[in-house]
């Protein structure tokens, strides 16, 4: 967030901001306008109704077949270490968070590491 100076802002007290962070703001900005997002009362609000799926106890979700799904696919993974098919898998880019917990690991490790964590929630 800091890697280019601090700019004060102007009319606001304490407030600063970087090149970098224009950047996010313009690319939000951008975003939002392209999926009918507003600015309003200082929060994206869609204007547009989005569908979403009802996850009320109703739908039976099974954490089992879930979980073994889920390790059978990291499993998989583990057989083909490569980067590029690690990072187009959905199941693969799903543990990108545990990935970059264990950040000083390689690739790989990392994802072994995520495998076995996984396997502790069985």
Do not use: C
């Not at 187009?88 to 545990?98: A, F």
């Amino acid at each position: 967030m800091f890697r280019t100076e601090l700019e004060k802002i102007q009319g606001q007290k304490n407030s600063f901001t970087t090149e970098v962070l224009k950047r996010y703001k313009k690319s939000l900005e951008e975003w939002a306008e392209k999926n009918s997002f507003k600015f309003k009362n200082g929060i994206y609000i869609s204007e547009k109704k989005i569908e979403t799926e009802n996850f009320n106890t109703k739908n039976n979700f099974n954490y089992s077949d879930f979980h073994r799904e889920f390790t059978n696919k990291i499993k998989e993974l583990l057989k083909n270490p490569e980067p590029e098919v690690i990072l187009k898998s959905d199941w693969g880019l799903s543990i990108l968070p545990i990935l970059a917990f264990f950040k000083n690991n390689t690739l790989f490790d990392s994802l072994k590491l995520a495998y076995n964590q996984a396997l502790r929630y069985n």
